[in-house]
């Protein structure tokens, strides 16, 4: 089906792009709207499972996917071997990262480029002296690069034409759909904005699975001809077995691509998986490479915690990923900058919260934390505690800025002496009277707070009765006031 109307094509370009971001916080192409202000850290955030290259072929071929001829190295004289072995008439060398823009990427051995072509076996030796141990950098890495650990050796092939083929999952479908495009080889969110035309939509029923009237529509739409269009839609009918049998959420193909021998051949692929059924593809998700993950992001998995590093001195702790994503942004908004996104999420207990202050107490960037809850589901006191046994635990050196509201905000009260106070100006008055002469700690603005900010987390104040390390302070900013908890020596 041809997608001709404007809301269809969005809502097509939507499906593909949902996909895609999932991919950009592994890692891959592209990123969510609300990371784009923000350059992440260390290195490529990554959120759900991700495989290099040669893994997801390799799953490919035992589907019974057409693919290259291809052998893995991790040291220059195997893959010297296994250029020979393959005996083809060229053969690419592929640095393994799990980033994309290889070909254009750079090595810190001087080496120009992640993807190599050559018709000479003996290169490709040297090739990989100067990938392997290095690090390779591209405009989907960090700064330092990623150390590339693997390469792939593959037989290459000339490609006569080059399609767009993927599998996924569409909201708007309630179950997966087939899209292509004779397009392929290059960014189908360009195609579906310049060429929608192009863009072509089966909807798959999850009793049927693909039938073979839609196989063939779908190649016959690719473009493929005569004796090619069947061998192309058998191919589509092996990637969604495939997309089946491995409990993925996405299989793209691109490019799905035809040689002068007259063969359909899927020369590039990205799958991605449901996390949920990790129960029951536990091969799979034994292929997860944590070696390029961020330290701290796979520590924060441990505990159960969403957490993405980002570039910025102000540490994020908050419940949900919509009130995360605006906590960033009003602190962009006021002129400071993140340094993390982390979402709790709903039941979340008081070791979760003691470790989630472990992380952004070992971030060095970190000046200042911000406690941004929204006690729905979340328990108020739960938080309260967790941070408490943190203070008192983790010598917490920086400012802190607590907001809490709904459930349990006044937990507190049964178990310490408290002493409420509703407006900043109290604050100031009964417990810091000093404090409009402190004027060398973090300033932050809190606009988002109604009531006012103390109003539903006085609780809060028995910090004062722990330690002699934590002063409460009430700054004046411009027009406006700050909260925090000062360490003092």
């Known amino acids: 089906m ?4 404007d ?3 969005v809502n097509m370009a939507a499906s593909i792009v949902s996909q895609t971001v999932a991919r950009g916080l592994r890692g891959a192409s592209a990123k969510h709207l609300f990371l784009d202000k923000f350059k992440c850290a260390r290195v490529s955030s990554r959120r759900w499972l991700n495989l290099q290259e040669y893994q997801s072929k390799k799953l490919m071929q035992e589907s019974g996917v057409t693919v290259q001829r291809f052998y893995v190295a991790d040291n220059a004289p195997d893959a010297l071997q296994a250029a020979k072995r393959l ?3 060229e053969i690419v060398l592929k640095a393994q990262i799990l980033a994309g823009g290889r070909g254009k990427g750079v090595f810190d051995s001087g080496l120009k480029g992640g993807v190599h072509l ?3 076996p003996s290169a490709v030796g040297e090739l990989a002296n100067r990938m392997l141990g290095y690090s390779l950098t591209t405009k989907q890495t960090p700064k330092e690069g990623v150390k590339v650990k693997t390469v792939m050796v593959a037989e290459a092939l000339d490609i006569t034409r080059e399609t767009y083929f993927a599998i996924l999952m569409d909201r708007a479908c309630n179950g997966p759909v087939m899209v292509g495009s004779p397009q392929g080889g290059m960014d189908i969110e360009e195609v579906a904005d310049k060429t929608p035309e192009l863009i072509f939509k089966e909807v798959i029923d999850i009793f049927e699975g693909v039938r073979d009237d839609q196989a063939l529509r779908m190649a016959a739409n690719l473009g493929f001809k005569g004796p090619l269009e069947r061998q192309a839609a058998d191919q589509i009918k092996r990637l969604y077995d495939l997309f089946l049998k491995v409990d993925a959420t996405q299989v793209e193909v691109n490019p799905l691509g035809e040689t002068p021998e007259g063969q359909v051949v899927c ?3 990205k799958i991605n998986f449901d996390d949920n059924a990790e129960f ?4 799979v998700f034994a292929l997860d490479d944590m070696s390029e993950s961020d330290p701290t992001e796979t520590e924060a998995a441990k505990w159960d915690l969403k957490y993405i590093g980002l570039d910025g ?3 994020c702790f908050v419940n949900g990923a919509g009130l995360a994503m605006a906590t960033c942004d009003i602190i962009d908004l006021h002129g400071g900058k993140p340094a993390n996104f982390l979402d709790l999420g709903g039941g979340v207990k008081e070791k979760q919260v003691y470790e989630a202050f472990k992380l952004l107490t070992a971030d060095p960037k970190v000046e200042a934390i911000l406690v941004n809850i929204f006690g729905g589901i979340v328990n108020c006191a739960i938080i309260a505690n967790g941070i408490t046994k943190a203070c008192r635990e983790l010598e917490l050196k ?3 800025v607590v907001r809490l509201e709904g459930g349990y905000s006044t937990g507190g009260a049964t178990t310490t002496t408290l002493h409420p106070t509703y407006t900043l100006f109290d604050c100031s008055t009964h417990y810091h009277p000093r404090a409009l002469s402190v004027l060398d700690s973090i300033f932050l603005s809190l606009l988002f707070t109604s009531p006012p900010l103390l109003c539903h987390m006085h609780h809060f104040l028995h910090f004062l009765h722990l330690s002699t390390f934590y002063e409460l302070c009430v700054i004046s900013h411009g027009s406006h006031s700050i909260l925090f908890l000062n360490s003092v020596q």
């Open 2 to 5: 041809v997608l001709h109307s």
């Open 87 to 89: 005996g083809a008439k």
């Open 7 to 9: 809301l269809f094509r």
């Open 313 to 315: 001195n102000i540490a």
């Open 267 to 269: 020369f590039d692929a």
């Open 280 to 283: 029951r593809q536990k091969a």
């Open 118 to 120: 050559t018709k000479d």
């Open 398 to 400: 920086v400012p802190l």
